[in-house]
């Protein structure tokens, strides 16, 4: 909700364009993966990156609503049991990565803040939104609520790797071509999972959609496009052109 | 979230023996977990893993059964060939849960102890639930409560159970196989699921360091007259106001056999028995299956958000009667 919030803010600002230009570089990942730190992963832009003013947002917000959250039943925190990192080897994009991380990393924040691959959204955190949609072993996950020391020997796929090197992938081209988002926030997510949803529905899965379960037939309606889009929320209501980018795609 | 030590458990051996360090938990897809300790209402210090203990697989059992591993995932067990087939009202009910994404993380025995999402109870911000802190109060009884229990309350917790699967399995009378310290049990569903009574700090009566390690079913006996159905606020992705499963086993239009489970409406899905029997040894009508549905709510209170659940729930049991019988 915060991170809506700050981005609404931003685009009543003059920073709508490099904003929408940043976004659509993350969000299409046609730029070749850099190896750099985490933490360093914007462009410099005198001094101000869209990440630090992003961070720095979030922080202030947050604090604003601190009188709140202290108000609330909150015991002292005791002096918790700290559990170091410890090195974590995962497959990401077919390439290897070598981290240190303490247990209670989220293979969302792995991505992001660690393996330094910010192409994976953190919208609600807490699984209800889909913007952090990955693929694990060809399986569509929400990152926010996995352990990244648990998918140790797991292939995982982001939207950095969904593009064939400068070549994007259908579900790509046909999200620019049927104009399947605005802010873009949520469309990492959204192609994640719609390259995992097309393949659900080739090989019959059943959905909620279905009329029967008992039969393998699946029909690639639009109602069956939406119930399995499902998972991934869009807050500028993109939904239309989304099923109509997954509907092109499947039928392609 | 809080600092945590994790482990790998090797098969389900060693894991209940690692689980039986104190304020140890068990970690299968985390959908639940996680979500909890983000928000600071499961505290553990220590998670075990055991999504690499085996246990994922879906086998006919001898007598015509199945046996659905604890860690299988809620997509491949809604998607596998024998569910679909045998047992639609089981893949009907884990579709109509959560999402693709969160489905192909949840087990099935991690579903089973879903927690329920009462607002008092997942948001420490609020300093009254029983269910998080016993003694100190129900906050939802008097609170915004459009969510919670009609059937089965107590003064201390009126929350619900949140899943769709629990619902089909108590329909489909599941048993749960369990494992521990002391040796393997199993337990019908209904009795291991249980109501909140003065002790609502549980959904459930595992032991500590317990592990899930399959639900069995028994031989399919309804297959051509199922239906799960859910209303909820959306048309998908989100919890049930009510939902109702039912099976039906008919005989040259006569039922044979049938069973009705409530859900979103109590701390455990609802049967009653005596509703069941109401519609045995006749053809299915309207009429009867109003009757059961008004048999099932019978008792019924509600608080001041949720008063129309009571109709609600017996409109749903009378739509999805209606589907199963295919008197539609």
Redesign the interface.
């Known amino acids: 909700m915060l991170v809506f919030g700050v981005a609404d803010a931003l685009t009543q600002q003059d920073a709508r364009i490099p904003l929408a230009a940043s976004i659509w570089k993350e969000t299409m990942s046609i730029e070749p993966f850099l190896e750099h730190p985490p933490g360093d992963e914007d462009d410099a832009t005198g001094g101000l990156t869209r990440r630090g003013f992003l961070q720095s947002a979030v922080a202030a917000a947050t604090a604003t609503h601190l009188p709140l959250?202290n108000a609330?039943?909150?015991p002292p925190a005791p002096a918790?049991?700290?559990?170091p990192p410890r090195p974590v080897k995962l497959d990401i994009n077919g390439k290897p990565y070598a981290l240190m991380l303490?247990?209670?990393v989220?293979l969302l924040d792995a991505l992001r803040e660690y393996a330094g691959l910010t192409g994976s959204k953190k919208g609600c955190?807490?699984?209800q939104c889909?913007a952090c949609?990955v693929l694990?072993n060809g399986?569509?996950?929400?990152s926010c609520?996995?352990?990244a020391?648990?998918h140790e020997g797991d292939q995982i796929t982001t939207i950095e790797g969904i593009a064939q090197g400068e070549q994007l992938a259908p579900i790509q081209a046909a999200f620019v071509e049927h104009d399947a988002f605005q802010c873009g926030y949520c469309t990492p997510g959204q192609i994640c999972?719609a390259v995992?949803?097309m393949d659900?529905m080739r090989a019959g899965?059943?959905?909620?959609a279905?009329p029967?379960?008992?039969i393998?037939v699946v029909a690639f309606s639009d109602e069956e496009i939406?119930?399995?889009m499902?998972?991934?929320l869009c807050r500028c209501g993109a939904y239309n052109n989304i099923v109509a980018a997954v509907r092109a795609t499947s039928k392609a | 979230m809080h600092a945590i030590d994790f482990e790998r458990a090797r098969d389900a051996g060693h894991a209940v023996q690692l689980a039986q360090q104190g304020n140890t938990k068990f970690i299968g897809g985390g959908t639940n977990l996680l979500d909890l300790m983000k928000g600071g209402v499961e505290q553990p210090i220590k998670l075990v893993d055991i999504t690499r203990i085996g246990l994922a697989d879906i086998v006919e059992l001898p007598g015509g059964g199945l046996r659905i591993g604890a860690l299988a995932r809620n997509s491949d067990t809604a998607n596998h060939p024998l569910v679909r087939s045998r047992y639609p009202l089981l893949s009907q009910a884990l579709l109509s849960g959560a999402s693709p994404q969160l489905r192909n993380m949840a087990t099935v025995g991690g579903n089973l102890l879903q927690r329920p999402r009462c607002p008092y109870f997942t948001d420490t911000a609020f300093s009254m639930c029983n269910k998080r802190l016993p003694g100190s109060g129900c906050a939802a009884r008097d609170g915004y409560n459009r969510m919670h229990a009609i059937l089965g309350a107590s003064e201390a917790c009126i929350a619900v159970n949140p899943s769709d699967m629990n619902v089909a399995l108590t329909a489909l009378e599941a048993t749960v196989q369990v494992m521990g310290p002391g040796g393997a049990r199993a337990m019908p569903i209904a009795g291991f699921l249980r109501l909140p009574g003065d002790t609502p700090q549980t959904e459930h009566v595992l032991q500590p360091a317990e592990l899930i390690t399959s639900v069995d079913l028994p031989a399919p006996a309804f297959t051509a007259n199922t239906f799960y159905l859910k209303v909820r606020d959306r048309s998908s992705y989100a919890f049930a106001l009510v939902s109702a499963a039912v099976a039906l086993e008919i005989s040259g239009g006569t039922v044979r056999q049938a069973r009705i489970a409530l859900g979103g409406v109590a701390h455990k899905p609802w049967r009653v028995p005596a509703a069941e029997a109401l519609l045995v040894g006749q053809p299915v009508s309207e009429a009867r299956a109003r009757q059961a549905a008004a048999k099932l709510v019978e008792g019924a209170r509600a608080f001041k958000e949720n008063r129309f659940k009571i109709d609600m729930a017996q409109r749903a049991v009378v739509s999805a009667l209606r589907r199963a019988g295919e008197i539609a």
């Open positions: 959250v609330a039943e909150t918790a049991p700290s559990f303490e247990p209670r989220t955190d807490r699984g889909g949609t694990v399986r569509r996950v929400n609520l996995s352990l020391i648990m999972s995992a949803c659900e899965a059943a959905s909620a279905s029967d379960v008992r393998k939406r119930e399995r499902s998972g991934n």
